[in-house]
């Protein structure tokens, strides 16, 4: 008996317990939805963001492709003819004319070689002279004055031999550009054929891609592009020169080759390049800053800007996107020109929020933003 007189107790300590934890549930319950309802009742405060007017605008059209920077005119230089390094001319990295002395070997054997050749040459030419006229006193059979202007074109012949090998062991610039780094050193002797320094012509410079084959018809001579490279600060205009007119086979890609402007010397050969092809057709689009868009898993939105009253609201529209220039992106579906809409501050955003337009925070966009700016 006492044992379910326990049992009892404390069953009903148990509901006793259990009733009050739902009371106290009940009350909080109760308490937040009061606050709720007076919240909705005085409103949400609005949220401050900046806004723009969706514009229409007519953006060129571009293609886009990689490739590298060429030299002009680029060659490293080697020796015909074996010989001690005698002089160095020019320092590494250097701006050179055509025609500027680069290095010169040791011709020492060669001018002696020279001085005699000269002096016999002098002594044919007087021989020469002086039977030419006993020839025509007819004193000389034709026979023997041909046999002495024979000696005289020998003599000639070996002087223009050694002044040639002298001009072979003075390294000139074939052309005007900038020299690189010379791979021999004052004094060291070079055997024919070894390279001595390279040689580039930098201004005007290259630029060559690949094109594939289904996008060779919107490619002509004449036709701007773009080409940006590590450490520009802006792209370097030029134009499209030339156009391989082979299609290589294993890739189906012609070569197409641009020319620019290099006068900083700032593209180098051998650089990887990023080239923008502009086409001549431009096409409208409704343009908005990136900024603007709010990207989510469902899909990308922009908050548009409506009047109610004497408040404002932002409405979310849910849109497709185009192509992207700079700090703006293309809207194809979903907003209409002159559509204004929040371009900073729309994180914090729900459909139908109230706002107040704050244009002083509007972040800067660009067409064409530089890191200085971005």
């Known amino acids: 008996m006492k044992r379910w007189k326990k049992i009892a107790l404390t069953v009903g300590g148990l509901v006793v317990l259990l009733g009050g934890i739902v009371a106290l549930k009940a009350t ?11 919240m909705e009742k005085a409103g949400m405060p609005p949220s401050p963001v ?3 007017v969706a514009v229409q605008a007519a953006w060129e059209e571009t293609l886009k492709f990689t ?8 060659v490293t230089l080697t020796v015909e003819l074996p010989g001690k390094v005698l002089r160095i001319g020019v320092e590494n990295g ?7 002395v680069l290095m010169e070997l040791d011709t020492t054997q060669e001018q002696a070689d020279l001085a005699s050749a000269e002096a016999g040459l002098r002594l044919a030419k007087l021989n020469l002279d002086r039977n030419k006229g006993l020839l025509d006193k007819r004193i000389i059979a034709q026979s023997d004055y041909d046999s002495i202007a024979a000696i005289f074109d020998q003599e000639q012949a070996k002087t223009a031999t050694i002044r040639a090998t002298i001009a072979k062991k003075i390294i000139r610039a074939p052309f005007t550009g900038r020299v690189g780094i010379r791979t021999v050193n004052l004094g060291q002797t070079v055997r024919a054929g070894d390279e001595l320094i390279p040689l580039h012509s930098s201004d005007p410079i290259y630029v060559e891609f690949s094109v594939p084959q289904t996008r060779l018809d919107s490619i002509s001579v004449g036709q701007t592009i773009r080409v940006t490279t590590d450490g520009l600060k802006m792209p370097v205009v ?4 030339a156009i391989n007119p082979v299609v290589e086979e294993a890739t189906r890609t012609a070569r197409v080759q641009g020319t620019l402007e290099n006068k900083e010397g700032l593209l180098l050969a051998g650089l990887f390049a990023e080239v923008e092809v502009v086409l001549p057709e431009k096409v409208d689009v409704v343009a908005v800053p990136i900024s603007a868009v709010t990207t989510a898993a469902y899909g990308d939105s922009i908050f ?6 004497d408040k404002l609201t932002a409405r979310q529209q849910f849109v497709k ?3 992207k220039r700079g700090d703006f992106v293309s809207v194809i579906k979903g907003l209409n020109s002159g559509d204004r809409v929040v371009s900073a501050g729309a994180f914090k955003l729900t459909n139908g ?8 925070m509007q972040p800067e966009a660009s067409l064409a933003p530089t890191p200085v700016n971005r």
């Open 28 to 38: 909080q319950i109760g308490s937040l939805i009061g606050f709720s309802t007076a």
């Open 50 to 52: 900046a806004t723009v």
């Open 67 to 74: 490739g590298s920077i060429r030299a002009v005119q680029g």
């Open 94 to 100: 250097a701006q050179v004319k055509q025609g500027d």
């Open 238 to 241: 030029g134009l499209i020169t």
């Open 304 to 309: 548009v800007i409506e009047e109610n009253g």
């Open 321 to 323: 996107l185009g192509r």
């Open 353 to 360: 929020a109230p706002v107040v337009v704050n244009d002083a």
